[in-house]
């Protein structure tokens, strides 16, 4: 992708847009866990194509002595963390490397954030690879330079319990949660358009790589995003404003 002037992406460190994909755990203990978690994060992988480069994973990995069942007590293992950096992009196979113990310890993995990645995105009719140094944080509808500045999204990926979840058919789930920080993909110009294909297609292709069993959508109502970014209903400069216009 070329990458000459840098275009402004605008990002608020609240989320408005959310996609949460769902899929069954078969795992029953913390060793069958860890495997189902890497072989998940492995298909993941295919569906970040050109679209999505990690570039920082840090994450948690608990050790424990022997093998026992889920959602154990953490204060009686071990911390191990992770963190991977790579500007040329994190692939699958350092990521899975990166969960690897001695040989005498027993894994739990129940979550692993894509903290930082690099995005394609469209801007006067060349595709740019953005990644969050490029990005611009704004405040109740200001630039606001020398605050946090998160990613365009949000992407982690989950293994909880379901209980929460009417529609689950099992005991734990694996959720790959996408949140929108950027209204980038909410615009109705033309590059607005086909940023939406882009986040459309990549949001689809999760949904093929993992076998999502079911999609549960949110729209952040009461959210700083839509004043941060001076995003509001009405306004022809966007799109309606639900998670459907998009996936």
């Known amino acids: 992708m070329t990458q000459v002037n840098r275009p402004e992406v605008r990002v608020s460190i609240a989320a408005g847009l959310t996609w949460e994909f769902l899929v069954p755990s078969s795992a029953a203990t913390c060793v069958e866990q860890a495997e189902e978690m890497c072989e998940f994060c492995d298909r993941l992988y295919s569906a970040f194509g050109e679209f999505l480069v990690p570039i920082e994973i840090s994450y948690v990995i608990t050790k424990f002595d022997q093998d026992r069942e889920l959602r154990p007590d953490t204060d009686t293992g071990e911390q191990v963390r992770r963190e991977l950096r790579n500007d040329a992009g994190i692939g699958v196979s350092e990521f899975v490397e990166s969960t690897a113990i001695d040989q005498h310890g027993v894994r739990w993995i129940p979550q692993v954030p894509f903290d930082k990645n690099r995005y394609k995105v469209h801007f006067d009719g060349t595709d740019y690879a953005v990644k969050r140094s490029d990005c611009t944080p704004y405040q109740?509808?200001?630039?606001?330079?020398?605050m946090a500045i998160p990613d365009p999204l949000e992407l982690t990926v989950t293994h909880r319990p379901a209980r929460d979840l009417l529609s689950a058919t099992a005991d734990h789930v694996l959720t790959v949660s996408v949140a929108m920080h950027s209204d980038l993909w909410l615009r109705t110009s033309t590059d607005g358009e086909r940023n939406r294909e882009y986040l459309g297609s990549f949001l689809s292709d999760i949904a093929g790589a993992v076998s999502a069993e079911s999609v549960k959508r949110d729209k952040?109502?009461?959210s700083d995003f839509w004043n941060d970014l001076s995003v509001y209903?009405?306004?022809?400069?966007?799109?309606?404003?639900?998670?459907?216009e998009i996936y």
């Open 140 to 146: 109740n509808g200001e630039c606001r330079q020398g």
């Open 220 to 222: 952040y109502k009461t």
């Open 233 to 244: 209903s009405g306004d022809d400069a966007y799109i309606n404003l639900e998670p459907e």
